[in-house]
């Protein structure tokens, strides 16, 4: 048999399959894989709510210490200052509470227990009368005069001064001719201030009774009454005497609901 009747194949030989090379992979891509999808366990988590904590506490104290920056950046004589104004503060406490022990005495002690009674009352009267404004008053104190050419000044700097006044001891205020009382309320009124409906302006003179000893201090702290009303341009003048006349007057206010109650 020839080669032409019967031609041989030629067996197709499988060639060797190729594959892709595979990248190297780099050092974010293995850092990446170990952290993503995240693996949380319990002793993480726990660490991760005390570092919250922890943050939380260290910002409360950062603001806490923040309040007070104008007393720790005040001078050693004025923080001495404000030591003594809160030693006399408690004194004054310390002196009304004898004054109240001493007239429980006299009363119990007294032979005339009726007369000594009416007298601590009429005395009583006097004192309330000085607080509710129906009475003129009179002694040691300080005059504060504020003017404003820059008419900066509104009523609630007003009325931080005599919250400031008030808690210094002072036991009677006149601002210009309004006499200041516990249910007193200031309001801006267009190029001035209304004090308990009343339209006073610029200069603003406070009439204070009280130790001056206590007052002009508690109006000279740092970050108080004069220096916040000077960063406004305002000019405050305190001025000491040894009698103070307060004489603006308020009607007595019947109450239209409340009555004495027996004991």
Do not use: C
């Amino acid at each position: 048999m020839s080669t032409e009747d019967n031609p041989q194949r030629d067996e197709e030989v499988p060639q060797p399959q190729e594959w892709p090379a595979q990248q190297p992979t780099t050092g974010r891509q293995r850092l990446m894989a170990g952290l993503w999808p995240p693996r949380v366990t319990r002793a993480q988590l726990i660490v991760a709510l005390l570092l919250f904590v922890l943050g939380l506490g260290l910002a409360i104290q950062v603001r806490s210490n923040s309040d007070d920056s104008a007393l720790r950046g005040a001078r050693q004589e004025d923080l001495v200052r404000i030591l003594d104004e809160l030693d006399d503060r408690t004194q004054r406490l310390e002196d009304e509470k004898q004054k109240l022990d001493d007239q429980r005495t006299e009363l119990e002690n007294s032979s005339d227990q009726a007369e000594e009674a009416r007298k601590q009352t009429l005395e009583k009267e006097r004192q309330l009368g000085v607080l509710a404004g129906t009475v003129a008053a009179q002694g040691p104190g300080i005059t504060l005069t504020i003017t404003d050419p820059h008419s900066t000044v509104e009523a609630d700097m007003l009325l931080d001064a005599i919250q400031e006044l008030r808690a210094a001891g002072a036991e009677a205020i006149q601002v210009n001719d309004v006499r200041v009382v516990a249910d007193t309320y200031l309001v801006n009124s267009g190029g001035g201030v209304e004090v308990d409906g009343k339209k006073v302006g610029a200069p603003y003179r406070f009439k204070v009774i009280g130790k001056p000893q206590d007052l002009e201090p508690a109006l000279n702290i740092p970050g108080g009454v004069v220096q916040t009303l000077e960063e406004e341009r305002a000019v405050a003048t305190v001025t000491r005497s040894g009698k103070i006349v307060v004489d603006a007057l308020r009607p007595a206010k019947q109450p239209d609901y409340a009555q004495s109650s027996p004991r």
